[in-house]
């Protein structure tokens, strides 16, 4: 089964800092994707990134950067230098086969706020 | 990039009535939408799963009867709730995706409010 587990339900930093948004998955599939959105108070979801679980390559874009470990089943994001704009909530997902298709499930979310 | 539009992105309605939802891909043919829902400070609930021209996909304690699902298009999924009630007023989210694997985009949210 699958299951997406984000311990942390909210984080406050102050404009500047880094921080890093944790993402545990668990599944019995080789092959499968993950996720990270984010939702800005506006609700619409935004996709930051995408990947699949045969490239655990680090990605770094800007002042994110996403850290896969498939030996620890982590999927974790850090945002460098954070900005009030940052604040948000932001979801970890994980997508794999079940009878009929994919199926993409969401963490709960980690409310983020970057305060000035 | 992909865009993934809904209409209306607020509705209220009184009790009883049903609300027409559609989700439109802009740019691209998704394949497969899914309809989510979201109550306040808590996830995404997928709802359903549709592919273009066949019956939705329903999860596990989600009336079909209640959640009227077409997808009669690849550009065009529409969810309707039938006889809404207050318990229905939520954030109704849909997303698409070009295939199997590839990444979800979604729309901007509809906010429906059941008086």
């Known amino acids: 089964a699958q299951k997406v587990t984000q311990a942390q339900t909210e984080i406050s930093v102050v404009e500047k800092e880094d921080v890093t948004l944790d993402c545990v998955y668990e599944?019995?599939?080789?092959?499968?994707?993950l996720f990270w959105y984010k939702q800005p108070p506006s609700g619409e979801l935004v996709f930051l990134i995408r990947?699949?679980?045969?490239?655990?390559q680090n990605e770094i874009s800007g002042r994110y950067s996403w850290n896969f470990q498939k030996s620890t089943s982590s999927f974790n994001f850090t945002i460098t230098a954070s900005q009030v704009v940052d604040s948000a909530v932001y979801f970890c997902?994980?997508?794999?086969?079940?009878?009929?298709?994919?199926?993409?499930?969401f963490g709960a979310g980690t409310r983020l706020f970057v305060k000035a | 990039g992909a865009v993934v539009s809904q209409h209306p992105s607020r509705v209220i309605c009184k009790s009883g009535t049903s609300v027409k939802i559609e989700c439109r891909s802009l740019?691209?043919?998704?394949?497969?939408m899914f309809w989510y829902r979201q109550f306040p400070k808590q996830s995404l609930m997928l709802m359903a799963t549709?592919?273009?021209?066949?019956?939705?996909?329903?999860e596990q304690g989600v009336e079909k009867d209640k959640f009227l699902i077409n997808h009669a298009s690849l550009t065009l999924s529409t969810l309707t709730v039938t006889s809404a009630h207050p318990e229905d007023s939520s954030f109704y989210i849909c997303?698409?995706?070009?295939?199997?694997?590839?990444?979800?985009?979604f729309g901007p949210g509809t906010r429906l409010l059941v008086l």
């Open positions: 997902a994980l997508s794999e086969a079940v009878t009929g298709g994919f199926k993409t499930i």
């Open positions: 549709s592919n273009e021209g066949s019956k939705a996909t329903y």
């Open positions: 990947r699949n679980s045969f490239d655990e």
């Open positions: 599944t019995r599939d080789t092959t499968y994707y």
């Open positions: 740019d691209f043919q998704a394949t497969t």
């Open positions: 997303s698409a995706r070009t295939g199997v694997g590839e990444t979800q985009y």
